[in-house]
């Protein structure tokens, strides 16, 4: 199995942009999927298949893929959107993998 | 509505067993492949195991493979996860998740998990 590298923790004043790099061998060749878990509650899914929003996630997240690294982008970060994030892609052989995780601090 | 709602948790011994059971709702269950994620206490989230929606394919990760076994009961919109051999390192909050409305996710929509505790 491989892995997904993510920063252990991002900070941002409300307002302000938030990136979480994510980054992996098979990231080329594989979707990545962006996950928010709040404490004490299930993940939801934000990002799917590198960049599409599943209805209902507020158009300020999105994503962008670039070779290896796969990117959530938080723009005007609000103080909901303090949470953990976590990557997310298939391997071979129908297992899959997440990102070693996010944690999102709102100043 | 999309419902799952995990049960079977608990405290139990290192090397004894324990069966989830992830009740289904809301969906065609027999139209989708499920998994099992779970997070060890202040930890990620870590892939378990999945199963195709027939329940011909089973998938397992390194770590519990040979030890859980998943399976599925469409009569009964129910997902199971048997769990032998316990270790300390298996404890966690073990989520259900419904898979594959978004393509390749592990896991479209989540119950809130049950938790279990290995230790003497």
């Known amino acids: 199995s491989y892995e997904l590298t993510q920063p252990p923790s991002v900070s941002v004043s409300p307002g302000q942009t938030a990136r979480i790099t994510c980054s992996g061998d098979a990231l080329p060749k594989q979707y990545a999927y962006w996950y928010q878990q709040k404490p004490g509650q299930a993940p939801v899914v934000v990002i799917y298949?590198?960049?599409e929003r599943p209805s209902g996630i507020p158009e300020r997240f999105s994503g962008s893929s670039s070779g290896t690294t796969v990117t959530l982008t938080i723009s005007g970060v609000q103080a909901e959107d303090e949470a953990d994030y976590y990557c997310?892609?298939?391997?071979?052989?129908?297992?899959?993998?997440f990102g070693t995780g996010t944690k999102v601090t709102v100043l | 509505e999309v419902q799952l709602l995990e049960s079977g948790g608990g405290l139990v011994q290192p090397g004894g067993s324990l069966r989830l059971s992830c009740a289904a709702s809301g969906f065609t269950f027999s139209n989708y492949a499920m998994s099992w994620v779970r997070q060890a206490p202040g930890k990620g989230l870590e892939w378990v195991s999945g199963?195709?929606?027939?329940?011909?394919?089973?998938y397992y990760a390194d770590s519990v493979k040979g030890r859980f076994t998943v399976s599925r009961d469409s009569s009964k919109n129910t997902l199971y996860l048997q769990m032998n051999s316990l270790r300390a390192e298996d404890t966690a909050v073990y989520y259900c998740?419904?898979?594959?409305?978004?393509?390749?996710?592990?896991?479209?929509?989540w119950g809130q998990g049950t938790l279990v505790t290995v230790s003497s």
């Open positions: 998740a419904k898979r594959g409305d978004y393509g390749d996710d592990a896991g479209s929509y």
């Open positions: 199963i195709s929606a027939s329940g011909g394919r089973t």
């Open positions: 298949k590198d960049s």
């Open positions: 997310q892609s298939a391997e071979s052989g129908g297992t899959y993998v």
